[in-house]
Nanobody
Framework: QVQLVESGGGLVQAGGSLRLSCAAS????????MGWFRQTPGKERQFVAA????????NYADSVKGRFTISRDNAKNTVYLQMNSLKPEDTAVYYC?????????????????WGQGTQVTVSS
């Protein structure tokens, strides 16, 4: 089992940047593929990005391609989401998730463990 804790959210102006971190504990981090999702009130949780256990494969939602970068440091048991050129529509609670399943899952059902989320607010 793995525990996930997100950090790095906050309030930023449009065009600005934030870096989210997700620290994992309780199990061998390098065995898990990781994902970032986001959710706004009344809407389903939406895929943002995913990274393979080795870090050599990534996948992004079309809405964030070219602006967001997912990375991981297995030595630090941490996955990151660098968010640049932020837009008001990026405002959401951001969640990290972990899975032992093979592949870069875009569905929430592919992930076994979830963090509590961190709020990102982008002002116009």
């Amino acid at each position: 089992q793995v525990q996930l804790v997100e950090s790095g959210g906050g309030l930023v102006q449009a065009g600005g940047s934030l870096r989210l971190s997700c620290a994992a504990s309780g199990s061998t981090f390098s065995r898990y593929a990781m994902g970032w999702f986001r959710q706004t009130p009344g809407k389903e949780r939406q895929f943002v990005a995913a990274i393979a256990w080795s870090g050599d494969s990534t996948n992004y939602a079309d809405s964030v391609k070219g602006r967001f970068t997912i990375s991981r440091d297995n030595a630090k048991n941490t996955v990151y989401l660098q968010m640049n050129s932020l837009k008001p529509e990026d405002t959401a609670v951001y969640y990290c998730a972990a899975t032992r399943l093979f592949g870069l899952w875009v569905q929430t059902t592919g992930y076994e463990y979830w963090g509590q989320g961190t709020q990102v607010t982008v002002s116009s």
